[in-house]
């Protein structure tokens, strides 16, 4: 087994205000990816990354960036946190880009005043 | 591109009573099918996928059946539980696109003892 952290839970921003989350896997997964999560909305990839060195965007990445910096983590970065940004980020991790089975982390809750 | 529809709730049962969430997709491509579960204050866990086409999943008594004809994947549970409440999410992966999922909108269900 294994488990999916993500760090802050909660994270209280200024509007305008460059921020921060981070995600770390024990799975040994080659793959991770980030998702906003708002009511109604259901889950937006925001960026995946299949391996290692590898970025890819996905369908809600502007203003956003992110950062692969080992295969055990990847952070994301709100370059200018808004107010329509509250919203939980989600991270999560595959196997592989062919494994279909994506386990995710409990989220980090963003706040934006 | 691809989507996903599903019951919007919230959608509030009785203990005993039985449950059906609508799910219908669009793709181009041949998708398999997943349903997610998440609960409170966790991140979405897989409940089941389906591959193939004219196939079942069933998982904890919830089961769906991948219909491509009616492109639709409903979710249906017999006999609901007060520990099913949850927000429930329907999800695609086409075979172009690797381990990438579509969601859909989320269907928050609240059982009631």
């Known amino acids: 087994g294994g488990i999916i952290t993500q760090t802050p839970k909660f994270l209280i921003g200024q509007e305008g205000q460059k921020l921060t989350l981070k995600c770390q896997q024990n799975?040994?997964?080659?793959?991770m990816y980030w998702y906003r999560q708002d009511s109604g909305k259901g889950l937006r990839l925001i960026y995946y990354?299949?391996?290692?060195?590898?970025?890819q965007k996905g369908d809600l990445s502007e203003g956003y960036d992110a950062s692969r910096e080992k295969k055990s983590s990847f952070s994301l970065t709100v370059t200018s946190a808004q107010k329509n940004e509250m919203a939980v980020f989600l991270c999560?991790?595959?196997?592989?880009?062919?494994?279909?089975?994506?386990?995710f982390g409990p989220g980090t809750r963003l706040t934006v005043l | 591109g691809d989507s996903v529809t599903q019951t919007e709730g919230p959608v509030t049962l009785s203990e005993g009573t039985s449950l059906t969430v609508n799910c219908s997709y669009e793709?181009?491509?041949?998708?398999?099918l997943f349903w997610y579960v998440q609960y409170p204050g966790e991140g979405p866990q897989l409940l089941f996928k389906?591959?193939?086409?004219?196939e079942k999943g069933s998982n904890r008594g919830f089961e769906a059946t991948y219909n491509k004809e009616a492109t639709s994947f409903h979710l249906q549970k017999a006999s609901v539980q007060e520990s099913d409440s949850a927000v429930y999410y329907c999800?695609?992966?086409?075979?172009?696109?690797?381990?990438?999922?579509?969601f859909g909108g989320g269907t928050r269900l609240t059982v009631r003892p």
């Open positions: 999560a991790s595959s196997i592989d880009w062919g494994g279909y089975e994506q386990y």
């Open positions: 799975f040994n997964h080659d793959t």
């Open positions: 990354s299949i391996t290692e060195n590898d970025l």
């Open positions: 793709t181009k491509q041949y998708p398999t």
């Open positions: 389906v591959p193939k086409a004219n």
């Open positions: 999800a695609l992966s086409d075979s172009n696109a690797g381990a990438k999922l579509t």
